[in-house]
């Protein structure tokens, strides 16, 4: 049962998560675990409606910087055991993830990442391209310079995740609010005291803004400046097939990411350097478009050419919630005590998701100081001395 | 006819019961409906059962017909091949702004 609420909210809570997406639902999820009772969750539409619902359900530790292969990698074994956490179906597959390049340039980096990988217990390796084949059958391989492969790597369905996640959450007395937007964050003398929303007020000392590409508007209500920008991403599903692709296949060189759902489709999208990025929720446009579709199929057919006679069915996009560094924004912000980030995923909050929940509501509720979330603080973009993630693809 | 098979989406088997026990379940939004049943993700795209589906929904609610808006329309109206949309050549939009990525 999913007794969503659109009723009245509470008075009181001793926390809000404002979103009702993975990110939201497992921070919530964790709060709750470690006993915080009357957790509430606000979501403006419906559960998963914003970013991961949008997203293509991939989860891989092949990354270039420590924390986000660290936070990838302990997300990977919250996802193998996610079904028997929470006692839902959540479709999670281990197909691995083939990162390709044609551009001989990015060998050296792809390289680093592997030692750097490896040395953080991930089992990626570097494959010449003759050797994709072993992997991907039917890959035209004739434009590859080389690829690495990690058989850990995996996909999920977003919406069963976020189905999963609602219901652990209610069994532990979470309530969800759905068609529920907030309206503003409330502070007194550097404290959050709760938030307005356009069911009424919660009076609440913490609150953890989880709203992905709004975070942005959110944390403005509170007087706290993001840097992230928001891009639409488009993605698209074809007709079902029989079971021919085991992993996520993607490209350094072109931004496209393709794997089979567990119904058979195959789901993918492709970046497009010519989209306007946002930084006003007045201005997200995630209608489709034809351009998307064409992009993606040229891109395709170069990579696996068999498939010119597979059909798409249909295509829609979301939004990325972009930091500088395309890494997240997690932790709290001097002088606003009981105000916590957790955005800025950049396109990746459905597989780091998981971990950072569990890390974000154990350093909240307990007050321990926590590395990855120190180094991932809004305060980084102070100093200027960021390091980017050189594998964002998508 | 057995009133347990009443088909509600033909392309992917779903039928009225099984719609019904969603909604029981919390999936009380015609989105949610849709990504839990699979109704109107199959070949007609919802072409047969979208209208339906929405009406079902409102009757669920024990609201009137026409308060249930049918899901979001994807593209295309018709599936169509990679083939046939590799074949075709879109530029990006005017208007866009020249881009720096971050």
Redesign the interface.
Known sequence: ????STGPVPATAEAVVIGGGVNGLCAAYELAKLGLKRVVVLEKN????GST?RCGGGIRAQWTTTENIRLAQESVRMYENMATELGYQVFFRQGGYLMVTEEEKHLAAMRDAVALQNSCGVPTEFLQPQECRRIVPDLDVSRLAGATFCPEDGTAYP?AVT?GYARACLRLGVSIF?RTGVTAIVSDGGRITGVQTDRGPIAAPVVVNCAGPWSRHMAAMVGVALPN?QERHEIMV??SLKPFLEPMVISITNGIYFSQSMRGEIVGGIG??????WTDPGQFDTR????F??????A??AYYPR??????????AGMYD???D?RPILGGVPGLEGYWHICGFSGHGFMLGPMTGKRMAKHIVSGEPDDIISSLSLSRFDSGETVADAFVVG | MSKGKIFLCRCEDVTLHEFRAAYREGFTEIESLKRYTGVSTGFCQGKGCLAESALELARLRGAEPGTVRPTNIRPPAEPLTFGQLAALDVPAPAAAPAQEKP
Do not use: C
């Open positions: 049962m999913i007794p969503l419906y559960i998963g409606s619902g919406f189905w759905i920008r074809s007709e497009d350097p010519a989209e306007p990025h489709s478009q034809l351009r579709a064409v992009r993606f199929a040229k395709l057919l498939a010119a006679g597979v059909r798409m069915m249909r295509q829609w972009v930091t500088p395309h």
